[in-house]
């Protein structure tokens, strides 16, 4: 037989060599997802401190839609989200089609979710929180907190799975953007008859 | 307490109760084609009566008037609340709503002053819904009610047991059950005022307004019971791709 018995290859040594190997891995591990956390709440920080200063300094709407959309692009990973929200027709799509679905779906979601910075005017955003959720990346927990008016807890997804942190995900009280996203971009596919190109398009005139 | 949850699961399961297979799913949803005609019905109603009579009512009402009617609409809901932080077996949350009730009850001014917020004693909500949720019943089918709004199997139950079961009905008098169901409305108008910019978000901006508002109600409520966003419920953005 050429499989020996196991304690004839695995002595006493090995177990103590990988027992300290693994030792070493859990010891370099956790001060990785440590920084991970650290990284992810400077990040969300950041971006915080950019969107109220966009929000107070008295821009018109329009350059306020683009300056959105600048922040968006930058530290969100739009390419991510949309592909996910869009789903399986993501996978069927051209080269040219993705491009011009992640682009158009930038301009949708900084219209969509822009037009309410107004009432947003004195709000300041305070990071109350972090948790590692492993795979799926680090929760950053937000208070938006406006005088006279309930706080709002906004929730943001911060994953390294592009290379470097971003923004995958916002949970407004509960309620995952990428859920809601995918619903309404599923239910503007069904209206446009499932062409894509057609929907691109609707996205685009997002006004 | 096991008679009561006994209790509680004869009830849901009398009430035609469905259960899903993953608590945090969004895809169950079996009285769909139900839902969908109440939710039409309510998203007019909104549209034509609702929205108008209570932004209406918002832009007249000074703000002091408006959080004086909801602060005593609170205040006469802590006894039932008191009974549910029992029933939830939360005794800080029992003290705390015991103590702010006698507080704004006396130097409130039956409740239109909320002494109590600036003693470090908010107004925490909670209802049979919660109840429930604590003892683990499932949240069972999403139902939308004609001019009732969105909710779950067990939402409305406890609804109604919130109603029929609430201690104050036994212990105020006629008149001052009158006002506080006059309140009770007025506070309800008020909500839809405060909540303008996000129902017309949710119910009239939407290609598919159902799918929306379904979504994030069962979202907001889950997050809500749970106490918050739980990383468990957050999916891998990266996996299909």
């Given at each position: ?160 799975g592009s290379g470097s942190p971003k923004v995958v995900n916002l949970v407004i009280e509960g309620v995952s953007l990428l859920a809601s996203e995918r619903a309404e971009i599923g239910a503007r596919l069904d209206a446009a008859g499932g062409s894509l190109d057609k929907l691109i398009a609707e996205l685009n005139s997002q006004a | 307490m096991r008679n009561l949850i006994a209790a509680a699961c004869v009830l849901l399961a009398l009430a035609g109760c469905s259960t899903s297979p993953d608590p945090n799913s969004l895809a169950f949803d079996p009285h769909e084609n139900f839902n969908r005609a109440a939710h039409r019905v309510n998203t007019k109603f909104d549209g034509a009566v609702f929205g108008p009579v209570a932004r209406a009512y918002g832009n007249a009402t000074p703000q ?178």
């Amino acid at each position: 037989m050429p499989i020996s018995e196991p304690g004839d290859r695995l002595g006493r040594r090995d177990v103590l060599v990988g027992l300290a190997a693994g030792g070493a891995l859990v010891a370099f591990g956790a001060p990785a997802r440590a920084q991970a956390t650290a990284q992810a709440q400077a990040l969300v920080s950041q971006i915080s401190s950019e969107l109220t200063q966009m929000v107070n300094s008295g821009r018109s709407q329009s350059q306020m839609y683009t300056g959105f959309e600048g922040i968006l692009s930058k530290y969100a990973d739009t390419q991510a989200i949309g592909a996910s929200v869009l789903g399986p027709p993501w996978r069927s799509a051209s080269a040219a089609q993705k491009k011009a679905f992640i682009a158009a779906f930038q301009h949708y979601l900084s219209r969509r979710y822009g037009k309410q910075f107004g009432e947003y005017k004195s709000a300041e955003i305070k990071v109350t929180g972090a948790k590692d959720g492993g795979r799926v990346g680090v929760l950053v927990n937000t208070k938006v907190v406006r005088p006279g008016q309930e706080d709002v807890a906004v929730d943001w997804q911060v994953s390294s799975g592009s290379g470097s942190p971003k923004v995958v995900n916002l949970v407004i009280e509960g309620v995952s953007l990428l859920a809601s996203e995918r619903a309404e971009i599923g239910a503007r596919l069904d209206a446009a008859g499932g062409s894509l190109d057609k929907l691109i398009a609707e996205l685009n005139s997002q006004a | 307490m096991r008679n009561l949850i006994a209790a509680a699961c004869v009830l849901l399961a009398l009430a035609g109760c469905s259960t899903s297979p993953d608590p945090n799913s969004l895809a169950f949803d079996p009285h769909e084609n139900f839902n969908r005609a109440a939710h039409r019905v309510n998203t007019k109603f909104d549209g034509a009566v609702f929205g108008p009579v209570a932004r209406a009512y918002g832009n007249a009402t000074p703000q002091l008037v408006r959080r004086g009617i909801t602060n005593v609409r609170d205040n006469w809901k802590l006894p039932s609340q008191v009974v549910q932080y029992t029933l939830q077996g939360k005794g800080v949350a029992v003290a705390k709503s015991t103590t702010r009730f006698a507080v704004n009850t006396l130097f409130g001014l039956g409740g239109v002053l909320d002494v109590a917020k600036d003693m470090n004693l908010p107004y925490a909500e909670t209802d049979f819904n919660e109840t429930f949720y604590t003892w683990g019943v499932p949240e069972g089918g999403y139902l939308v009610l004609p001019l009732g709004g969105p909710g779950t199997e067990r939402d409305w139950t406890g609804w109604v047991l919130d109603l029929t079961l609430d201690p104050v009905n036994w212990v105020l008098p006629g008149e001052a059950l009158n006002g506080l169901l006059v309140v009770g409305g007025l506070d309800i108008v008020n909500q839809r005022y405060e909540l303008d910019s996000v129902i017309q978000a949710l119910l009239h901006d939407p290609t598919d307004s159902y799918d929306a508002t379904r979504i994030a109600y069962l979202q907001n409520m889950r997050a809500r019971l749970s106490g918050g966003t739980s990383v468990d419920t957050l999916e891998d953005v990266y996996a299909n791709q």
